[in-house]
């Protein structure tokens, strides 16, 4: 049978809450009331065919790219779904790294491609090794697929490595979805999108995970144009047109963009910094660190990584994702970016589950 669901998406939707909920991979909500807007000018209806200009002309002043490349989508969950729907076809190859975001590897079963996997390994800190993608490449591979920053790990792939995997790709007629919806929240000279490396670039984003106007659902894939109009086409079948005060909303983000990153940024940093020092005092731990996502993948070094979580949540009402999400049942995930003192609260749980666990 077709695959046509997402764990993943299903145990977050019914199974993530918890009074300590470390099962985030977002930053905090945004409130309107703290957005500079003026509220009579919204609107219900409005003229918006294959794209709001105003949104389209904000997202590509964002990236320095031309508009005509920018396909908007609803999060960057639709905007994987049509980048990969437009571009496979059933049968066709697809590499995927492993570990990857589930909703990733399920809309490529769903599609029917034929998905291979590429490791990416905690002894080479998760980085992508070229080396491993020109193993499984060949002249059927279609297209080549990985987060940057990678989910869950939060290790950043450079531009060098990127070019690199763009070659392979050139090299077989394929071409690279990188996933970029968490590249600004590296604050530090944050790179530039992997789209100006190269016409084998397909690149999709949104503002809910750094943001933190997730609601808004404002989403986008960037792609050459004869693609991007693949994907308009394509999209008339799925959601048509989006919700239109959802549009204007996301068009008022944009202009105050760098206020709602900042914002978040603060906990983020402060986050991270209480993470590291809880991962150095606790030797049952082990964890790749980077200085920039929202996310951190721990590693439970003995014992079963299920079975402690469930503990956690059971008892001490904390909840993490489990690595069983990201095929590595040892691992779970840490979100960061929300709020400290409850990250400070679901850590000292975690540190006393561990007692009764071990
Ligand atoms: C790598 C990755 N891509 C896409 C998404 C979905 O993002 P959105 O909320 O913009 O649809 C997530 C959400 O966790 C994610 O981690």
Redesign the pocket.
């Known amino acids: 049978m077709r695959h046509n669901h997402s764990d993943y998406m299903h145990w977050?939707k019914t199974q993530s809450r918890a009074r300590f909920n470390l099962a985030t991979?977002?930053v905090a909500w945004f409130p309107l009331r703290e957005l500079p807007i003026d509220l009579d000018k919204l609107e219900i209806n409005g003229d918006n065919s294959y794209g709001y200009a105003l949104l389209q002309e904000a997202i590509a002043v964002h990236h320095g790219i031309d508009p005509e490349c920018v396909v908007e989508s609803?999060?960057?969950?639709?905007?994987?779904h049509l980048a990969m729907a437009a571009i496979i076809e059933p049968g066709d190859e697809v590499l995927i790294e492993h570990p990857a975001?589930g909703?990733?590897l399920d809309v490529a079963q769903y599609l029917q491609a034929n998905v291979k996997r590429f490791p990416r390994t905690e002894e080479n800190g998760w980085a992508v090794d070229p080396n491993e993608i020109r193993r499984c490449v060949t002249p059927k591979t279609r297209l080549i697929v990985i987060?940057n920053?990678?989910?869950?790990t939060s290790v950043l792939t450079p531009d060098s490595v990127l070019r690199e995997i763009g070659d392979i790709a050139r090299s077989v007629g394929a071409l690279v979805l990188v996933?970029e919806?968490?590249l600004d929240a590296v604050y530090q000279r944050t790179p530039r999108t992997s789209f100006h490396l190269g016409p084998e670039f397909v690149v999709?984003?949104?503002?809910?995970?750094v943001y933190g106007v997730?609601g808004l659902?404002?989403?986008w894939i960037l792609a050459r144009p004869d693609l991007a109009w693949k994907m308009r086409r394509l999209n008339d079948l799925y959601s048509a047109t989006p919700v239109y005060p959802g549009l204007l909303l996301a068009v008022a983000v944009f202009k105050h963009l760098n206020r709602l990153r900042e914002k978040a940024r603060r906990i983020v940093d402060a986050d991270r910094k209480l993470l590291r020092d809880f991962l150095v005092r606790q030797s049952a731990f082990s964890a790749v660190t980077t200085d920039w996502g929202t996310?951190s993948f721990v590693q439970l070094r003995d014992g079963n990584a299920d079975v402690f979580l469930e503990r956690l949540r059971a008892e001490f009402d904390t909840s993490a994702v489990p690595g069983r999400f990201f095929e590595m049942p040892d691992h779970f995930r840490i979100g960061m970016g929300v709020n400290t003192e409850m990250l400070a609260e679901g850590l000292d749980c975690i540190s006393r589950a561990l007692t009764s666990f071990t």
């Open positions: 977050s991979s977002g609803a999060g960057t969950s639709m905007a994987n975001y909703p990733i987060t920053l990678h989910n869950p996933d919806v968490y999709t984003s949104s503002l809910t995970k997730s659902r404002c989403g996310t």
